[in-house]
């Protein structure tokens, strides 16, 4: 069994689009829920399982290193335009800050020469579809094309926590690319809160230089808060990647037939977390 994973820079960076684009558009006969971590088994057996979890960015490597069958999407989209995007769940605030980019990019950064992590960006995806799926192809060979990207929104059935995170589905449009111009007090809120991004500009092709930040002099910045917490903390962290060299040895092992059949007869009656305990537990036994 193929799986694919999608992971991003941060919330809005496109992870749900992209996910909702390759179900639609190729023959992939096993998905995950709106969002499935890289640790939770494949629904029963097939050829493709196709999952996404932006945050998974932080604990990805080592399950790549040890799982040949694994292709892992990083998406990658401006930051100023993430933060200032909203989600449906939270139409009237910003939904997400720099913690993110701040916290993840260093994570994706260190994979981009792994030939199973394939980088890209929102603004490549919104504008050529077909040429970006056309590369997902030629990374990897084993996908089935059955509509072009540009049909996606003829072709899509969402679930409706894609719904709230995408809005209406509706073509792919590049309408959004540059929109932090229209949000300048946030950017320059999340800048004094968090620092500079220039530097990150430049180096992922957003910027030439230092020029753009005189489109916030002048600016009062807005400090309010996130939807989602502003800050991480070093527990945060902790808890999110504790384990994961361990668990990333469980996920090869979840992907085989006689291991699926264990596992799907331990969930009745059970959560899928408490029965992988159970399995587990069996293993050590």
Known sequence: ?????????????GTTLIFEAMAACF??????????????????????????????ILVVEPVLRIMPN??????????????????????????????YWKTYTPYGQKL????????????????????IQSYLIER?????????????????RPSNAALQAL????????SSIGSWRKHKPRIAGQLEKHGSITED?????????????????????????????????????????????VMALLVPLVHYKPVLSILNSLVRGRSKIR???VFIKRVIE
């Not at 694919?4 to 941060?10: A, E, K, L, M």
């Not at 006969?29 to 629904?43: A, N």
């Not at 990083?74 to 200032?84: E, F, L």
């Not at 930040?213 to 989602?228: R, W």
Request: glycine share 6%; charged share 25%; proline share 8%.
């Open 27 to 56: 023959e992939i006969d096993l998905y995950g829920h709106h969002e499935e971590s890289i640790y939770r088994w494949p629904p029963g057996p097939g050829n493709i399982f196709l999952s996404k979890s932006p945050s998974d």
């Open 275 to 277: 029965a992988m305990k």
């Open 201 to 245: 500009l430049i180096a992922y092709g957003y910027e030439q230089d230092a020029a753009w930040e005189q489109e916030l002099a002048g600016v009062q910045p807005d400090l309010s808060d996130s939807q989602k917490q502003e800050y991480f903390s070093k527990e945060e962290l902790r808890k999110r990647m504790r384990g994961k060299n």
């Open 1 to 13: 069994m193929q799986r694919i994973h999608i992971v991003g820079c941060g919330p809005r960076s």
């Open 140 to 156: 990897m060979p084993f996908l089935v094309k059955r509509a072009a990207f540009s049909r996606y929104h003829e072709m899509s």
């Open 70 to 99: 694994l292709h892992v999407i990083y998406m990658v989209r401006d930051p100023r335009d993430m933060i200032v995007s909203k989600h449906g769940s939270a139409p009237d605030r910003y939904w997400s800050s720099l913690r």
């Open 112 to 131: 981009q020469a792994h030939p199973r992590f394939i980088t890209i960006r929102y603004e490549d995806l919104v504008a050529q579809p077909d040429q």
């Open 167 to 174: 809005g209406p589905v509706r073509p792919i449009s590049s």
